[in-house]
């Protein structure tokens, strides 16, 4: 057995060399062979019957460790007041085609107009989880587009995420109006979210305490796109339908979709579903006119219900009586038969109704924007700025 005094004595000031590898030189018989430090170095100096471990420092280390400790201290502890401070910096030196121009949040109970205020609790489970779900109404010259129907598919969406109501649907409604109200918004759109709210950083929302409501109201002026557009076939996986049928905040598959389809020069991808059959694009159905002039639209069943595409079959009958189509149907659609279409279609409430000229390497009838495409364009149009009260709600400023 090693004697204590025959036991190698650690000399460091280094911080890094743990207290008790020093007091194992005193009070154990351990022997340190192998032991080893990034950037330092070891000599062993023989004196009578004690050896001297000296621990040398690299200096290009040393100079590591100082500009590391340098970038640290370049962090600043921000009062309260001074993080306000810089997210108005922030938001003032961004520049975007959008303006946001009201919040409405249930968490501080009221609505800004400050862009700089307008945020989320990071503990939200709705950012660090996904437990939330959302939707959007269009606001076009002090009316809200199908409010009602975009707010019944919200709670639907809710009940499915197994998200709580922080208030009943008719103040839900109230609260929605009275943001738009603040933000003098005429022409854009109001997003709102349902979370099952904040309270810490766990997978279950037993720790939320109360669900939480949040709205903003966008300003966009830019007008409303004809020109068509190319897509591509998806080979970003599509959601399940449990999932693909409520709007939830999980848009990651979405996102994907729709970076590959602009990777690819394209505004969009097309989903098929699990059969292979047309489903939907990244954030708007899909529909198509045949040679036979019917107009047909995917099945809602594994697919989101899309508002503005339910409203389009509505006002398709004019086209029908018009002698522009002879039917409408919802049904499924097989990729073949939709590249063989006479038009192709995206509908949503963010392009309303968009003719597609390509799909993939296939030309989409004579490859030019469609008839009944811009016909439906238009009447939807006319539906957000005449339509009757059951679409349009006025906004009282």
């Known amino acids: 057995m090693t004697s204590l005094s025959s036991c190698p004595k650690i000399v460091s000031h280094d911080p890094r060399v743990p207290s008790n590898v020093h007091d194992h030189s005193h009070k154990s018989n351990v022997i340190f062979r192998n ?20 621990i040398l420092r690299s200096s290009n280390h040393t100079e590591s460790l100082v500009d590391s400790a340098a970038q640290i201290s370049d962090v600043p502890n921000l009062s309260c007041l001074e993080a306000i401070e810089r997210l108005k910096t922030n938001r003032e030196t961004q520049k975007a085609k959008q303006q946001f121009l ?4 249930s968490v501080f109970g009221g609505i800004t107009t400050d862009p700089a205020a307008m945020v989320i609790p990071i503990d939200d489970h709705m950012v660090h989880r996904g437990h939330g779900v959302f939707d959007t109404a269009a606001i076009m ?5 199908e409010l009602d129907e975009h707010l019944d598919r919200i709670l639907r969406s809710a009940s499915m995420a197994k998200i709580k109501l922080p208030f009943n649907r008719e103040k839900i409604r109230r609260i929605l109006i009275q943001t738009v109200r603040a933000s003098k918004c005429r022409k854009g759109s109001l997003r709102y979210w349902l979370s099952v709210g904040p309270g810490d950083f766990q997978l279950s929302p037993s720790g939320c305490h109360q669900p939480a409501l949040y709205a903003v109201v966008i300003q966009d002026q830019s007008p409303f796109d004809s020109k068509g557009i190319q897509v591509i076939t998806s080979s970003v996986p599509i959601k399940p339908p449990q999932f693909a049928t409520m709007k939830s905040v999980n848009y990651l598959p979405n996102v994907l979709s729709k970076m590959e389809a602009e990777e690819n020069g394209a505004y969009a991808a097309i989903w098929l579903d699990s059969d292979g059959f047309v489903a939907e694009g990244p954030n708007m159905n899909v529909a198509f006119v045949t040679k036979q002039k019917e107009l047909i639209m995917p099945n809602f069943d594994y697919i989101l219900s899309g508002c503005t595409a339910k409203r389009v079959l509505t006002l398709a009958a004019e086209l029908v009586r018009e ?27 963010g392009v309303l109704v968009r003719p597609v000229v390509q799909w993939d390497e296939q030309v989409i009838g004579d490859g030019k924007e469609g008839p009944v495409a811009l016909g439906l364009l238009n009447l939807v149009i006319e539906d957000m700025k005449s339509g009757p009260p059951t679409v349009r709600v ?3 400023y």
Do not use: C, W
Not at 44 to 54: E, F
Not at 141 to 145: I, R
Not at 323 to 348: F, Q
């Open 35 to 54: 032991l080893s430090l990034p950037g330092l170095g070891f000599r062993n100096s023989q004196h009578g019957s004690h050896t001297k471990m000296i």
């Open 102 to 105: 009201a919040m409405y949040s």
């Open 141 to 145: 010259d002090g009316y809200l587009y």
């Open 323 to 349: 002698g522009k189509l002879r039917e409408i149907k919802v049904r499924n659609v097989t990729v073949e038969e939709g590249k063989k279409a006479d038009e192709m279609m995206l509908i949503g409430s």
């Open 394 to 396: 006025p906004v009282p």
